[in-house]
């Protein structure tokens, strides 16, 4: 049986080398829509001095913050033991996708994968998936505009964990009307 793992990140720019403030993942069954477990950690800036931030992402973060209070918890990092060590993290996140078959899932690969690839790159661990496994839930909302099937409007939270979830809603909806349409 193939496991099912969503991942959505939030970052400090859009560049490859980005700084990641968090990873969710979510391991869902999309059959039943189950959600199996879940993973969520906010990563330690100071790990990652290396890495790229951008002052338009950064100004962009500020006014989310502005709007919704609630997200600025993401950038508190007063007592450093609050945030997981990148090293750390990268390590749970690699136990938590486990070595079975797997489809690994984010809005958009080229985006959260390839940044996650760079991050494991940087403390010299492997890339805890195979080259075929990424899919992408851009293409699943292609799919359903060509066959005019609406999917669940949810508005983005830029919270990892809660964007794993609504992506996976948008999934599991395209999946619900195709098993309605073949009578399974």
């Known amino acids: 049986m193939t496991k099912h793992i ?23 069954d ?3 829509s189950v959600i199996v477990d879940e993973f969520y950690k906010e990563l330690r800036l100071s790990d990652q001095a290396n890495r790229k931030v951008d ?23 007063g007592d450093i033991n609050e945030h997981c060590p ?13 070595d079975e078959k797997k489809c690994v899932w984010a809005c958009d690969p080229d985006f959260d994968l390839d ?7 940087d403390y010299n661990l492997a890339v ?11 293409t699943v909302r292609e799919i359903a505009k060509m066959l005019h099937i609406g999917l669940p409007e949810l508005g983005k939270t830029h919270n990892a964990l809660d ?19 073949k009578g399974a």
């Open 115 to 121: 940044i996650l690839a760079t991050l494991y790159a």
């Open 6 to 28: 969503m991942i959505d990140i939030e970052t400090l720019s859009t560049a490859k080398n980005a700084v990641v403030l968090s990873i969710g993942a979510v391991h869902f």
């Open 30 to 32: 999309p059959k039943t």
């Open 86 to 98: 990148v090293r750390n993290a990268l390590i749970l996140l690699r136990d938590f996708l486990g």
């Open 163 to 181: 964007d794993c979830k609504r992506q996976i809603e948008e999934i599991m909806e395209l999946n619900r009307v195709i098993r309605q349409y």
């Open 55 to 77: 002052i338009g992402t950064v100004q962009w973060w500020m006014k989310q913050v502005a709007e919704h209070p609630e997200r600025a918890s993401i950038f508190e990092q």
């Open 128 to 138: 805890p998936w195979k080259y075929y496994e990424p899919k992408s839930v851009r």
